[in-house]
């Protein structure tokens, strides 16, 4: 059983950064891999970006690419998400979620989620 926490959320202008965190509970984090998805109102979660569990592979969804990094320190039990030049597009809960396998894109795969934090982007 994994409990994850996400924290670091807020209302920031359009081009300004915000650092998402998600605190894992439990010794196996480092088994995990992990994943960040988001949601609009009136719409589908949606993929933003996944890394193995050994920090070895990670993606994002197109429309983040190059301004989103994911990633994690095991030691902390921690995931991260830096968000930079953010866009009123990208206002949605996000939130952290964590797969049994070692890696995936695939919200199916995702066996724990976090409670959402809210990113508001105001232009």
């Known amino acids: 059983q994994v409990q994850l926490v996400e924290s670091g959320g807020g209302l920031v202008q359009a081009g300004g950064s915000l650092r998402l965190s998600c605190v894992a509970s439990?010794?196996?984090?480092?088994?995990?891999?992990m994943g960040w998805f988001r949601q609009s109102p009136g719409q589908e979660r949606e993929f933003v970006t996944a890394?193995?569990?050994?920090?070895?592979?990670?993606t994002y969804t197109p429309s983040v690419r190059g301004r989103f990094t994911i990633s994690r320190d095991n030691v902390k039990n921690t995931l991260y998400l830096q968000m930079n030049n953010l866009k009123p597009e990208d206002t949605a809960v996000y939130y952290c979620?964590?797969?049994?396998?070692?890696?995936?894109?695939?919200?199916?795969?995702?066996?724990?989620w976090g409670q959402g934090t809210q990113v508001t982007v105001s232009s």
């Open positions: 979620t964590a797969t049994r396998r070692p890696y995936s894109t695939n919200y199916a795969d995702y066996n724990y």
């Open positions: 439990g010794r196996t984090f480092s088994r995990y891999g």
């Open positions: 890394i193995s569990w050994d920090t070895g592979v990670t």
